[in-house]
């Protein structure tokens, strides 16, 4: 993400489905920001998860490209939560082997 772009919105989202909020930073280059938490707890949230993280939204940056027919099945918001479950079991995964 370029540092002078300019930050157009930030956005708290709760997903029941999923029980997460989610964080998302809108930037004029069409850039999103993105982090979660698990858990229903919006003032936690909102103390502590209002920041973005840079893998997990460097991550989202390239699936949205990767999973273009993916993406155009569902709505954003959609979308970004199911790249979120990705990354999180990829993660997962990552550390229960290496």
Request: one cysteine or more; hydrophobic letters at 35%; aromatic letters at 18%.
């Amino acid at each position: 993400m370029k540092t002078n772009n300019r930050l157009n919105a930030a956005e708290h989202v709760w997903t029941a489905e999923s029980d997460r909020w989610i964080y998302i930073e809108r930037y004029s280059c069409g850039y999103l920001g993105l982090n979660c938490m698990q858990g229903d707890d919006y003032k936690y949230f909102k103390n502590n998860w209002c920041k973005i993280d840079m893998a997990m939204s460097e991550f989202y940056d390239t699936m949205k490209t990767d999973l273009h027919m993916l993406k155009r099945d569902m709505t954003e918001l959609e979308f970004i939560d199911k790249v979120m479950w990705i990354y999180f079991e990829a993660i997962s995964k990552y550390d229960r082997y290496n």
